[in-house]
C-alpha cells in the first residue's frame, strides 16, 4: 500500500514538473518573439534611415568631381604638355602659379631647361626655378621666388617624369600691381602661355 502511494505522488510530482516546464518554454518563446519582432523593426527602421542617408548624399555628392580649370596649354620641347590651371594672387604679395606637366615622348625627362640660368642650379636642378610672368602692359617680368638660401618656391620634379606620366607642379612670384591680372606665363622653351590671376580669398 505505502509503496502504491508513493510511486502515485511520484508520478504526480512528474507531471507538475513537466507541466511547469512547458509553461516556462512556452513564455520563454512567446518572450523571444517579441524582442525579435523589436529587433528586426529596429534593424529594418536603421536600414531605411542608413538608405535615404545615403541617397541624400549620393544626391549631393554622388556626381563625379569636377576637374582642374584649365587657364592655359602649350605643347613644346621634347613632346612636353603644360597646362596652367590655378593663378592666384594672395594678399602677402605674391602669386601663385600652378599646374601639370605631361610627359608624351618616349624618354625621362629631368627639366634640364627649366631650371633657369643661375649659380644655385644644384639646388634648383630638375625644378620650375627658371619660369617667369611676363607683364606685356607694364614691360615687367618677375621672377621665382627664392629663400634664403637661394632654393625655389617652386616644385623640383625629384626623380624626373617618366613617359606618360603626369606630375603637379607650382611656382610662386611677386604680385604684379593690382589691376595687372593678364600675364603671360613662360618656362623653358615652352610656348609663352597668356593666363589670367585670381584674386585669393
Do not use: H
Request: proline share 4%; charged share 25%; hydrophobic share 30%.
Amino acid at each position: 500500500m505505502n509503496i502504491r502511494r508513493t510511486a502515485t505522488t511520484r508520478r504526480a510530482m512528474t507531471a507538475v514538473a513537466i507541466t511547469t516546464g512547458l509553461v516556462f518554454t512556452v513564455a520563454g518563446c512567446g518572450g523571444g518573439d517579441g524582442d525579435g519582432d523589436k529587433a528586426e523593426k529596429s534593424a529594418t527602421s536603421t536600414s531605411s534611415s542608413g538608405q535615404g542617408k545615403d541617397d541624400d548624399e549620393k544626391g549631393e555628392g554622388g556626381q563625379a568631381p569636377e576637374t582642374d580649370e584649365v587657364l592655359a596649354e602649350v605643347k613644346g620641347e621634347e613632346n612636353i604638355t603644360l597646362t596652367v590651371t590655378s593663378a592666384v594672387r594672395d594678399e602677402g604679395g605674391f602669386v601663385t602659379v600652378s599646374g601639370k606637366v605631361t610627359n608624351n615622348g618616349g624618354r625621362f625627362w629631368a627639366a634640364a631647361n627649366w631650371r633657369g640660368e643661375e649659380r644655385e642650379l644644384n639646388k634648383n636642378g630638375s625644378s620650375v626655378a627658371g619660369a617667369n610672368l611676363i607683364d606685356n602692359v607694364g614691360k615687367k617680368k618677375y621672377l621665382v621666388l627664392r629663400d634664403t638660401e637661394g632654393r625655389c618656391l617652386c616644385t623640383k620634379f625629384t626623380g624626373g617624369v617618366k613617359p606618360s606620366q603626369t606630375a603637379d607642379w607650382f611656382a610662386q612670384f611677386p604680385a604684379p600691381p593690382e589691376g595687372t591680372d593678364k600675364v603671360t606665363f613662360q618656362v623653358g622653351s615652352m610656348p609663352p602661355a597668356p593666363i589670367e590671376i585670381a584674386q585669393g580669398e
